[in-house]
């Protein structure tokens, strides 16, 4: 058995976990886009209208951003084997029953079962990678991953709307399931048993009630923003409340500390600014080619893929690059790129098309590519081992936050601005100035974690 170093990990990287890895984050975050395609289906077949259906989306998402951080404090002292074993396990289950739910509340409680199941994959991410790849090359490692994902991701939702079309949208619900077969396989042949699966305590239900339930009224809020101004900030008093009595509990001091530490506290504000470019793809780009240019949805779907294309070769790129050049340097060239994309759609002209749009989505995704391998191997370096669950489940609440509040950001300037072309530029804007943080944030003098 390889010897394992809490600074450095094993001696050698153990490759096949990190392909179980990407397999396993493939499968959790690529379940909202996936699952959008078979909204239609699912309205027609339990009679419920657009506003309810979108439910099967947020029944997911919420439980899996809420739940981040205390599934990362479990995760922290369960063994990594069994706890992603059973985040795979139990997200396989929750999609057999949803595609046999036979009224759309069970379908609900299903989703919510996946995104609290995905939420135990995603907090043993970090847990995993630092006990199967040495750290000279987890960069490398996250690149790997990343790219499996993007790419997974975009074969995925044109599979995904296939099979909607032909077999019908509970068949999509199981698309996933040789995937998990396969990431399970893998794990239990390459990754040595070790630890168990320990009992939450009541304190941690506790801080997964509070940290839970605030981050909910946040996302809830963020997605009211535009439409319901009132309502988001009565939620994010909601919100304000439970994080504060959160803040208190003796258990949360750790976690407080550490993203109170300067490289930390930098590396999530990057982190927060850069995701919410996802406003651009979310919100933007789809209002632009409808309102503005006039093109249908298919139009959109090609011009995204310029930018999916172009994050998953660069992911690799950027991985093998923060190894050798350091992790900083690399995230900061990754977030000055994806500033100057978001930039270039300043310049689009009222009748582009599609090269005129793609190209500036190749732009913004080398950044996003650039920009996500170093940053989440830094965050991974500058915490305590102890607490690499955590500091995974905190990056994923930062990041959910940041893509829901982009698009809700860029809906209020779009609004604001009074739609049209006008309202793009109003939007890109408004997401340029936040993605700028990111830059100050990385360029800011502090000490890069080693």
Known sequence: MTHTDTATGPDRTRWA?????????????SDISIMAVTL????????????????????????????AVPAGRWADGAGVRPAFLLGLTGTAVASVLGALAPTFPLLLAARVAQGL???IVIAVFMPLLLRTVHAAQRGRAMGSIITIMTVGGAAGVPIGGLVAGVLGWREVLLLKLPLVAVAIVTVLR?????????????????????????????????DRVASAPGIAIALAVVAAVLLVVWGRLDATRPLLALARRPEVAAMLTALFAVSATMGLMAFLVPFLVADVLGRSPEFTGVALLFLIGTIAPVSSLAGWASDRLGTRGVALAGAIVAVVGVLTMLWLPADAGLPDLAWRLAVLGAGIGLFNPPLNAAILAASPPA??????GLAMTVRTLAMTG?????????????????????GVVALACIATLGVAALAAPWRSPR
């Open 190 to 222: 390459s990754v040595p048993p070790g630890g168990g699966l320990p009992a939450p305590g009541r304190a941690l239900v506790g801080e997964a009630l509070l940290v839970g339930g605030a981050v909910t009224a946040l996302l809830l809020g963020l």
């Open 40 to 67: 239609p289906g699912i309205s027609a077949d339990f009679g419920v209208g657009p506003a309810t259906v979108a439910w099967v989306l947020l029944a997911y998402a919420l439980p899996l951003g809420a739940m």
């Open 117 to 119: 199941t995905g939420g």
């Open 17 to 29: 976990p990190v392909v179980a890895l990407g397999i396993g984050m493939l499968v959790v975050t």
């Open 387 to 392: 607490m690499a669950g955590t500091a995974g």
């Open 406 to 426: 982009g698009p809700a950001v860029a809906a209020l300037a779009w609004t604001a601005a009074g739609g049209g072309i006008d309202g793009f530029r109003a």
